[in-house]
């Protein structure tokens, strides 16, 4: 298994917490693996083996405890009474009226429960409504390249490493396609591909067309297409809507809205809001997308070129949010900044770009930043090795060495 630190973490935090703990992220990202890790961490603790029920519904060895009642009843049966149980319930949403079976452990005294949900039919508003708020959500996402780093045993170079991080994704499980023959490593790119084939049917197919119940699958795929061959460009709901009617695929843009909210809601898209740095406000227009894993894309686009800073820029915006800020794009007059990153200790600004060593690319990166009047910190973000270089107050710091901080 590989360790996700992090995320043991914020539970390991909210342990015994009056609250039910959820953990929420797409499909396969390793949240029945940090289960099994905090599990672990349990009983090193020492927790009993008896005081821990696990159960994953998504399982046929479950598929009678789909019905709330007997799935309540089970459980409360084996509960060690006078001690602390540790309940964990993988893809509740399988159950019908699972709140029902939550509420009723969450009210008892020595019930620590914690719920995982992954599909669309369980979006952060109806956690809200069904559990009254009485819980904690906790965001998940495929490996880090800090953790796709930290499990690696090839030898390869931090940029080896990042070109495969890439090319194949960051999802645990394809670790498990790596070859190693002659003291080289080589992957199954056929099982990669096949693998994230089966993550991407189960989204679109299952998740979304079933589901919220749409009839044209092919256009909800063009528009996952079009949304993937346009990572971290500026874009509109109308514009979409034009681009693919353009294309012979006539698409209203209400339908296009509706498409996009659910591939939000499935976490394979995450938007970001434009947010005017001077005015300290949110702008309603021109927002931009960005994809969960770049082995997806991949899937998806085959070997179409693309622009390599935007693919950065998408890891990036990823990697903010994993560290736990909420992250928008920077207006300033009629520039544009990369990032403003609001988090605990106030604004961070980031511009990305894959290189800057032309004199006229750096004056570029930089003009938006330079715009910025406050003291935040702003940061520059390249794929270059330089030393440490500051631009009148900006850091400019190599993605990698910034992404394995």
């Known amino acids: ?13 909210f342990k015994d917490k009056q609250l039910i703990k959820i953990v929420t992220g797409i499909r396969r990202c390793g949240k029945s693996t940090l289960f099994e890790l905090y599990q672990s961490e349990l009983l090193r603790l020492g927790v009993k083996p008896e005081q821990i029920q696990s159960i994953n519904l998504e399982e046929p060895n479950y598929r009678e ?10 459980i409360n049966n084996r509960l060690i009474k006078n001690r602390q149980n540790y309940i964990f319930l993988d893809e509740v949403q399988n159950v019908k009226d699972f709140q029902r079976a939550a509420d009723g452990l969450f009210i008892k005294k020595n019930v620590d429960l914690y719920l995982t949900g992954s599909n669309s039919r369980m979006q952060s508003g109806e956690w809200a409504t069904l559990l009254s708020g009485r819980y904690v959500d906790i965001h998940m996402f495929p490996l880090s390249f800090k953790e796709y780093v930290s499990a690696d045993d090839s030898g390869l170079s931090q940029d080896q490493l990042f070109a495969h991080y890439v090319e194949y994704g960051s999802f645990p499980f394809v670790f498990n396609f790596r070859n190693f023959s002659d003291n080289a490593l080589s992957w199954d790119k056929l099982s990669v591909y096949g693998y994230l084939s089966g993550i991407y049917s189960t989204i679109v197919l299952k998740d979304i067309v079933e589901n919220k119940k749409i009839k044209e699958a092919g256009r909800l795929e063009r528009v996952i297409k079009f949304m993937v061959d346009t990572i971290g460009s500026e874009t509109s709901i109308k514009r979409i809507s034009d681009m693919l009617t353009s294309d012979g695929i006539k698409i209203m843009p209400l339908t296009v809205e509706s498409y996009l909210d659910a591939f939000r809601d499935s ?12 005015g300290r406000k949110l702008l309603k227009t021109l927002n ?14 085959g070997d179409k070129a693309v622009d390599s800073g935007h693919i950065l820029e998408n890891i990036v915006y990823l990697e903010l949010l994993r560290r736990g800020y909420k992250v928008y794009i920077g207006k300033v ?5 990369d990032f403003a990153a609001e988090g605990p200790d106030g604004v961070e600004y980031y511009q990305v770009s894959e290189t800057v060593r032309g004199k006229e690319t750096l004056a570029r990166e930089l003009a938006s930043l330079e715009l910025i009047r406050d003291h935040n910190p702003k940061y520059l973000l390249t794929r270059d090795y330089e030393p ?3 631009h009148n107050g900006i850091k400019q710091i190599n993605a990698l060495d910034w992404l394995l901080r």
Do not use: F
């Not at 405890?65 to 089970?74: A, M, S």
């Not at 931009?288 to 686009?301: E, S, T």
């Not at 007059?333 to 900044?337: F, L, P, R, S, T």
């Open 288 to 301: 931009k997308y960005y994809l969960v894993d770049m082995g997806l894309r991949r899937l998806l686009l």
């Open 333 to 337: 007059g009629d520039k544009e900044v």
């Open 388 to 390: 440490k270089v500051s």
């Open 1 to 13: 298994m590989i360790n996700r630190p992090e995320y043991l973490k914020k539970l390991l935090v």
């Open 65 to 74: 405890l789909l019905d709330w009642e007997k799935l309540y009843d089970t």
């Open 267 to 278: 976490y394979i898209l995450y938007k970001a809001d434009r947010y005017d740095v001077k």
